[in-house]
């Protein structure tokens, strides 16, 4: 089953982040973006009917990888670059196609960008990462992550609710605990959560998305 989804105005498509790897003091998180196929007909703002977008599932940690994809009853040609840019590895793929299945000239385009960036600690959400800044609410081992190291990543900028999951990670070495205010926010909140050691925090992460979820975390890749 693909992962979510989140499609943006102008026909960018922000899939899932993914935790591609992590070891000792560093993790990869992988995002990848896609730019959808649009008729020449169509408004720059909304796909074209014949595309379909999707997400390929997450995994944990092999050196396999996922993209967006976008497929169409179009015929096409395709071509593709890669680079290294200092976030991390970028590939750009570029799909022209030239006739729709009924004949009819179309001049569609599909350009995807996946890159990966790397952390020590980081906090994910359903269109993206950052790294996790213990400063900003004094966040210390203990009492540990607190509510608003989550909770600015539960809702869009209208304010709606935007993820059906939380994974908090405690850390290697389950030094990082949880703060206990927060533990009675997230059970008044009634939002599924998970409170579990870096690795397996990874890897339930992953697979909440590759079901479906949309999924927000904090992750300790120390003690």
């Not at 973006?33 to 944990?60: G, T």
């Not at 599909?110 to 980081?122: H, I, L, Q, R």
């Not at 608003?148 to 405690?170: P, Q, W």
Request: a negative charge; glycine letters at 8%; hydrophobic letters at 30%.
């Amino acid at each position: 089953m693909s992962g979510h989804t989140d499609v943006r105005a102008g026909g960018v498509s922000v899939c899932h982040p993914e935790i591609v790897s992590v070891k000792w003091g560093v993790m990869e998180v992988r995002s990848s973006m896609l730019a959808a196929a649009f008729s020449s007909s169509s408004s720059p703002c909304s796909p074209s009917s014949s595309s379909s977008i999707v997400v390929a599932a997450p995994h944990d940690g092999s050196s396999s990888s996922s993209s967006c994809t976008s497929s169409s009853s179009s015929s096409s040609s395709s071509s593709s670059s890669s680079s290294s840019t200092g976030g991390g590895t970028t590939t750009h793929t570029f799909t022209s196609s030239s006739y729709s299945s009924d004949g009819k000239h179309q001049r569609t385009a599909a350009a995807s960008e996946s890159s990966v960036k790397t952390y020590k600690d980081c906090r994910i959400w359903p269109t993206g990462s950052e790294s996790w800044d213990w400063r900003v609410h004094g966040t210390r081992h203990v009492p540990g992550t607190q509510r608003g190291d989550l909770e600015d990543m539960l809702y869009d900028h209208d304010g709606n609710l935007c993820v059906d999951a939380v994974v908090i990670s405690r850390g290697m070495q389950l030094v990082l605990q949880v703060h206990p205010d927060t533990i009675v926010w997230l059970d008044q909140f009634g939002i599924e959560y998970h409170v579990l050691q870096t690795e397996a925090a990874v890897l339930k992460f992953n697979q909440l998305v590759q079901s479906g979820k949309r999924v927000c975390g904090t992750f300790h890749s120390t003690c």
